[in-house]
């Protein structure tokens, strides 16, 4: 039997709306233990020139390899700024995360390892790191280096002792996930994904993103660590992708996004999903429950 102070009592949240605000403004306004599930896609912070000023007094070489350089403000911070950023908005993250949820953050080698060591400064327990190989990957055009081909995962939790987050352990082994040549049916899923980082043209339709993330590799984590009726937060929204996906997969979704044409991006994408949603419904109730899997990979 549970404990009186393990019971934490429900909170009733709004939900379902993308905010055009700074996402640790928008988590301040949330009260704790209300998200079932945080997908982070912060700027990687690899908006550099040639050159990488790390701080007044020293340079690196650059790091760009193939990645979609693009030069955002948003995506361009002094060194400190970034690691205080990244304890700033992950100290929100942590108390808004329910005991029961889990939180994904996407990186590559430029951050990674700097939000690695704020999650651990913070006690957020890293769960797996996950490999996102595409092996449709951009190839180097300057043959000065190995094509940069993955980008990471941390799959973390906000540090409870007890472990309580949410994991579909029977999607991850016997989910149908036809295009991963690295998923073998019926077996355990390992820690390196082959997934493309090929949009659909209903993902583009109402406009790009520069680092936008495919719909699929979303409803992958989505369903991996939640369940049906959860609430998702998406901290840096961008193009509404996590939203989209929350949405197509019966979660719901809140989002912060500081680029006001990024929201108007993501609510007509929503928009339409919704449009979708219904038209799926309608479709398999005239089929007699016949049902259409849109989120296979
Ligand atoms: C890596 S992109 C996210 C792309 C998103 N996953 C998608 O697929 O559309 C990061 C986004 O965070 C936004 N952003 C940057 N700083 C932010 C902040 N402090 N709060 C909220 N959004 C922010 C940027 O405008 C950018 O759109």
Redesign the pocket.
Known sequence: MKKKKDIIPPVVISFDYIRN????DGMNTLPSNCIDLIIA????NLSKSRDWKWDNSASLAGMGGNWNITNEN?DNMPLEDYFNFSLA?LSEAKRILKPTGSMWIFGTYHNIGIINFACQMLGIEIINEVIWYKKNAFPNLSGRRLTASHETILWTHSGGKKRNYFFDYDYSKNGDFPSDKLKIPGKQMRTVWDLSNNKQQEELKFGK?P???PIKILTRIIKLSSRPGDVILA????????CVAAKIVGRHYIG????KE?CRISEERLAYTEKENEQINLFQIKQGGMSIDKTRD
């Open positions: 605000s700074n996402c640790i896609d912060p700027p990687y948003w908005w993103h680092t936008q993330k901290p840096f929204a961008g193009a509404g992708s996590e912060f996004e500081t680029d990024y």
